[in-house]
């Protein structure tokens, strides 16, 4: 599975890469990083193969991950790709809003890893 994860602080990539090590090595998860909205944009404009996940932190300088997340969804050829999003702050207001721009799931950080794993698995 390919797997998009948007965030604008550099070390998640580092964290990833160590809780998922079993999953990439074997095959099974494959992640690609942006750091910000219009990197991950540019990424999927041109990527040939996209992503079949996209994990993003909502609260991110320049385009928010809620932004992103509405360009996805107008931008996408069919089927879109799954969006989770991310974020350190579990408010309402927010669920809501990513829920209505057609957010798939919303995880808060601290990510939990093995939920987090247990939701990509049954995405597979």
Not at 66 to 80: D, G, H, Q, V
Request: net charge negative; charged share 30%.
């Amino acid at each position: 599975m390919k797997v998009l994860v948007v965030d604008d602080e550099h070390d998640v990539r580092l964290l990833f890469e160590q809780k998922f090590r079993k999953e990439i090595k074997s095959g099974e998860m494959n992640f690609s990083f942006a750091y910000s909205g219009q990197e991950a944009l540019d990424y999927l404009r041109k990527s040939d193969q996209g992503a079949v996940l996209i994990l993003s932190d909502i609260n991110m300088p320049g385009m928010s991950g809620l932004e992103l997340l509405k360009k996805i969804r107008e931008e996408s050829p069919a089927p879109p790709p799954m969006v989770m999003m991310i974020t350190a702050y579990g408010d309402q207001q927010n669920r809501d809003s990513a829920k209505q721009l057609g957010a798939d799931d919303f995880l808060t950080k601290p990510v939990d890893f093995n939920e987090l794993k247990t939701k990509l698995k049954s995405v597979v």
